[in-house]
C-alpha cells in the first residue's frame, strides 16, 4: 500500500471519526429532550475496485420504532385529557364536602338541608321564639350560600375550559404549521440527498407535544412529508399545500391556521351545538367547516368535554335540586325558597314532569336557577311569619311532605314533584343520571354523590393511565431514546480511535517528509 493510499485512508478515518463524534454529542445534548429519539451514525468501507480504500460517512439515521411511538403518542393524548379534567375539577372536591361525614359538619348540601330541617324541628317546639325564628333563616341563607357557590363554581371552571379550549386551538396550530415548515424543509433536503436526522428530531420534539393536545395520528410519505390526523381520520393540514392551497398564503409557523375559533363569556344559558343558529359558544372551523367533534382526547379534548358536557350536567343537576327544593316547600304551603324575580319556580312548570308521552322539555326559568335561588323576602323581613301566632301547622306539613319520601310526597299525583331528571339544560338534552322520584335529603346525596364519583373517577384514572405512560416512556427510552453512558463510552472509544488514526497520519507525513529529503 501506498503512502498516499494509508494517508487518504487515516484521512477518511478522521473525518469519519469527527462526524460520528458530532452525532454522539448531539446525543448527550439532547439526552433530556422530551420526544428526542437517538441519531446513529451512518458509516461504511469504501472500496476503490475490490481493494479498500478508507471509510465513507453516510446520511445520519433515527432508532424510530414506530409501534412504540405511535403507542405513547396516544398515551400521551390521554394522560392530558385526564391530566385536564381532573386540575380543572379538584377545586370542586373542597365544596362540595363529604356525604360520608357526620350530618351537620360540612357544607355539604345535604348537610344544609338538615340543617334547615333540623331548624324547622325546633321552630315547631318554640315556635314564638325569635331565635328559633331566626334559625330557619339562617340555615335557609346558609343553603342557599351553598347552591351559589357551586353554581358558580361550575360557572368558572366552565369559562376555564372555554379559555382553555381557544388557547389550545392555537398550540395545535403552532405545532401542526412548525410540523409543516420543518416537513417541507426535509422534503427539500431528501430531494438533494442530504442529511435530514436533525430535522426530523426536531419534527418529532413537536410531534410529542402535538400528541398532549389533541389525539393524533402520524405518517410519514415517501417524500418525508408528515401526514397528521385527528383520532377518528380526519385530516389536518400542516401547510396550506396539503390542502391545494398556495403555502404563500400563510406565513409558518403560525398559532391561527389551520383551525379557527374564538372565546365566549360563557354562562348557564350558553351552549355549543354544531349546526344550531341558536348557539352561542362558537365551534372549531378548518377551513370554514366546523370539526369540533372530530377533535378529542387531549387537553383540548378535555376541555371541549368539560365546557360542553361535564358543567352543563353539574348545572342541570343542581337546578334541578333548586328547583325541587322550591316547589316541594311551596307545594306544603311555605314559599320560603324563591328565584330572582321572588316567584316560586313551580308556578311555571306547564308540563307534568313525570309524562313521558310527550317530548322532555326544561321547565321554564329552571336554567340557571341555582345561581338566583334566595330565601323569600318576606319571611327574612319578618321571621315571625313562619309561625303566625305560633301557628305551626304549615312547619308540620313542610316537615312531613316536603322532607317526605313515600310517593305522594317525592311525586306529587300529576308528577309536578317529581325533580327534573331529564329534558335538562339549555337544549333539553340533558340528565342528573338519577332517579327524581326521592326525597330532598337523599337527591341531594345523590348530587354530591354523583358529582364526586366524578372528580374521583377522573383522579384515579389519571394515575392508571399516568402508570402506563410511564411504563411506555420506558420502554421507548430503552429502544429508541439515549442512554448518555454509552454515549459517553462511545465518545471514548471514538477518541481513542482518532487518536490512532491521527498517528497513522502523522507518520505518512513524516515519510513524506523523509522521501522528499532524500529527493533533494
Known amino acids: ?159 376555564a375550559a372555554e379559555d382553555n379550549t381557544v388557547s389550545t386551538v392555537s398550540s395545535i396550530n403552532s405545532g401542526l404549521t412548525q410540523i409543516g415548515q420543518l416537513s417541507k424543509q426535509i422534503m427539500n433536503l431528501k430531494a438533494l440527498g442530504s442529511d435530514t436526522a436533525d430535522l426530523e428530531n426536531q419534527r418529532l420534539e413537536v410531534m410529542s407535544s402535538l400528541s398532549s393536545d389533541l389525539s393524533v395520528t402520524f405518517s410519514e410519505t415517501s417524500n418525508g412529508d408528515m401526514v397528521v390526523r385527528t383520532a377518528d381520520g380526519t385530516e389536518l393540514p400542516t401547510r396550506p399545500d396539503q390542502i391545494g392551497q398556495s403555502d404563500s398564503t400563510v406565513a409558518l409557523p403560525t398559532s391561527t391556521w389551520p383551525l379557527s375559533t374564538s372565546g365566549a363569556a360563557v354562562t348557564s344559558a350558553m351552549y355549543y351545538k354544531a349546526g344550531d343558529t341558536n348557539a352561542q359558544i362558537p365551534g372549531i372551523t378548518l377551513a370554514g367547516k366546523d370539526i369540533t367533534s372530530h377533535l378529542t382526547g387531549g387537553t383540548l379534548g378535555a376541555n371541549i368535554t368539560l365546557r360542553d358536557v361535564t358543567y352543563p350536567k353539574m348545572q342541570a343537576q343542581l337546578d334541578s335540586f ?22 316560586v319556580p313551580l308556578s311555571s312548570a306547564t308540563l307534568p314532569l313525570s309524562d313521558t308521552t310527550k317530548a322532555a322539555t326544561t321547565p321554564a326559568g329552571l336554567v340557571g336557577l341555582s345561581s338566583t335561588l334566595t330565601v323569600s323576602s318576606s319571611y327574612v323581613n319578618t321571621p315571625s311569619s313562619l309561625a303566625t301566632n305560633g301557628d305551626v301547622t304549615t312547619i308540620a306539613a313542610v316537615l312531613s311532605t316536603a322532607f317526605g319520601t313515600s310517593s305522594d310526597d317525592v311525586s306529587g299525583s300529576d308528577g309536578s314533584l317529581a325533580a327534573p331528571s331529564t329534558g335538562l339544560g339549555p337544549t333539553g338534552s340533558l340528565s342528573t343520571g338519577y332517579s327524581g322520584t326521592q326525597g330532598l335529603v337523599a337527591l341531594a346525596t345523590a348530587l354530591t354523590s354523583d358529582q364526586g364519583a366524578t372528580i374521583g373517577q377522573a383522579s384515579d384514572d389519571l394515575t392508571s393511565a399516568t402508570s402506563v405512560q410511564t411504563t411506555l416512556q420506558t420502554t421507548v427510552t430503552n429502544v429508541s431514546g439515549v442512554d448518555v453512558n454509552n454515549e459517553m463510552s462511545n465518545i471514548v472509544a471514538l477518541q481513542n480511535a482518532y487518536a490512532a488514526n491521527a498517528k497513522v497520519v502523522t507518520a505518512v507525513q513524516s515519510m513524506f517528509s523523509a522521501l522528499l529529503n532524500a529527493i533533494d
Open 322 to 343: 333548586s328547583y325541587t327544593l322550591a316547589s316541594r316547600f311551596s307545594n306544603a304551603g311555605l314559599s320560603l325558597f324563591t328565584d330572582g324575580t321572588g316567584a
Open 1 to 159: 500500500m501506498g503512502l498516499t493510499s494509508s494517508l487518504s485512508i487515516a484521512t477518511s478515518g478522521l473525518s469519519a471519526i469527527e462526524y460520528q463524534l458530532a452525532v454522539t454529542s448531539e446525543n448527550v445534548s439532547n439526552a433530556g429532550t422530551a420526544g428526542y429519539v437517538r441519531e446513529n451514525a451512518t458509516v461504511t468501507m469504501a472500496m476503490a475496485g475490490h481493494v479498500g480504500a478508507g471509510v465513507k460517512i453516510g446520511q445520519t439515521s433515527l432508532n424510530v420504532n414506530t409501534a412504540l411511538q405511535t403507542a405513547l403518542y396516544s398515551q400521551n393524548a390521554q394522560v392530558a385529557s385526564l391530566t385536564a379534567t381532573s386540575n380543572s375539577l379538584a377545586p370542586l372536591s373542597s365544596i362540595q364536602g363529604s356525604t360520608s361525614s357526620d350530618s351537620g359538619s360540612t357544607d355539604t348540601l345535604s348537610d344544609e338541608l338538615g340543617n334547615v330541617q333540623n331548624a324547622l324541628i325546633s321552630l315547631t317546639a318554640t315556635p314564638l321564639q325569635s331565635a328559633s325564628q331566626s334559625l330557619v333563616i339562617s340555615t335557609a341563607q346558609s343553603l342557599t350560600s351553598t347552591i351559589h357557590t357551586l353554581a358558580a363554581a361550575y360557572t368558572d371552571q366552565r369559562q
